[in-house]
């Protein structure tokens, strides 16, 4: 049974949603934050980001970060940028890319159910990474940017979510990336019946955003320990989450470029792959971009070739095994480059599908020496592995498009 919790939400004024809402904070650095709210005092990135607005060079964990993210989260709700609606309400959010849509839900979920795994999981998460978004939840008192759920297709959900589509939206804008983002409040009947229909629902399972989530947890385990007296009402026992059904979400590949070939000259390197992987040169000048699973491209020396995993070199049975980032990893990256933990590792680095394949062949002529390109893991396969309660590998997923920061906030 999952349990969605409606809320009063924090949000932009409809004149100032376009320019609060920005990219996760986590999919860009530093610089490449600063840049995209220069001249946008209202981008939330003031808040996501708050390393922007203090002297250059300051530590990105400092809690002087933390304390500035706070401070312009409230500056913004008592300037009117931010207001709270005055009822606990669902809202219904809407990204088109490319001609593509998928409708969430944006409401709130148990931290219970994800204690309980109700609330699925596919990748671990890193301490520091956690403690970031720890310190960040607990003093701004606020879940700042939402999780991103999904769920196995329910007709009764989809029914009542497309007839509140009907309405006229509480925002409607498209981003400077070209993606349109549409908002509609769903009325509290339709609240109540949406609530009752998740409570059919036997699993929710975080597509992405691990690292809020379990932050988001842990923040409400420690008030729980403040507050022995709380009754399981209280804002801190739910986390802010968008909920969409499967069968919208659109994985893209997640490619790996590497810095050398372990000290093997071209020929060996070739030598060396061929024996868990059938090799073809591709005469097209394009990237090759694989067409099915258990197939990869690569670029080495300016040429593109078409790999096929060879019958043996993995248990189509496991759910592990089987994922095309594990083939890869466990048949070429590891035991002929040299990498064997791709997360630490210097020598490998990841390009989101978004970035295009001419990106891999860009970062080869720049700092790298040969690059695959994935055919993308699909829902089915996310599903299969978090319901066996395994984790995939590193870097197995890259979700489009991304959900954006500032058009929610629960406050704890």
Request: net charge neutral.
């Amino acid at each position: 049974m999952a349990l969605v919790k409606a809320f009063e939400s924090v949000r932009p004024d409809k004149q100032y949603a376009h320019l609060v809402a920005a990219l996760p904070y986590d999919v860009m650095n530093c610089e490449e934050a600063y840049k995209m709210a220069e001249n946008n005092k209202y981008s939330f990135l003031h808040i996501d980001r708050a390393e922007i607005d203090l002297p250059q060079g300051v530590d990105l964990y400092d809690k002087k970060v933390y304390e500035k993210a706070k401070e312009n989260l409230y500056s913004m709700i008592s300037g009117g940028v931010f207001k709270k609606d005055n009822k606990p309400s669902l809202y219904i959010y809407r990204l088109i890319m490319n001609g593509r849509s998928q409708t969430g839900i944006v409401g709130c979920v148990s931290i219970d159910e994800y204690l309980n795994n109700t609330i699925k999981k596919h990748e671990y998460t890193k301490p520091d990474k956690e403690q970031d978004r720890i310190n960040h939840v607990d003093i701004c008192n606020a879940n700042t940017g939402p999780i991103f759920l999904t769920y196995k297709k329910k007709d009764s959900i989809n029914d009542i979510v497309k007839s509140c589509t009907y309405n006229e939206p509480e925002y409607d804008f498209v981003s400077s990336d070209g993606i349109r983002h549409t908002v509609w409040i769903i009325d509290s009947k339709k609240v109540a019946e949406i609530i009752e229909d998740f409570k059919e629902v036997s699993s929710l399972y975080i597509a992405d955003g691990h690292h809020r989530a379990a932050s988001a947890v842990k923040v409400g385990l420690k008030r729980r320990k403040q507050y022995p007296d709380y009754t399981g009402n209280e804002e801190f026992n739910y986390f802010l989450a968008v909920m969409f059904p499967s069968d919208e979400l659109n994985i893209l590949d997640y490619n790996r470029v590497v810095k050398d070939l372990n000290g093997f000259n071209e020929e060996e390197f070739m030598n060396q792959i061929k024996s868990n992987f059938t090799v073809f040169k591709c005469n097209d000048k394009n990237p090759y971009r694989p067409e099915e699973r258990h197939t990869f491209g690569m670029y080495l020396n300016d040429k593109w070739y078409k790999l096929i995993a060879k019958k043996g070199t993995f248990n189509e049975e496991d759910s592990i095994d089987s994922l095309d980032v594990s083939i890869l990893q466990n048949n070429l990256i590891t035991p002929v480059l040299g990498i064997t933990d791709p997360k630490s590792d210097k020598r490998i680095d990841f390009v989101g599908g978004i970035r295009g394949l001419k990106e891999l062949e860009r970062r080869v002529h720049k700092d790298m020496k040969v690059a695959f390109s994935m055919y993308p893991t699909s829902m089915e396969e996310i599903i299969r592995v978090a319901d066996e309660g395994k984790v995939m590998p590193a870097k197995s997923t890259w979700f489009e498009p991304k959900l954006r920061s500032g058009l929610f906030i629960h406050l704890l």
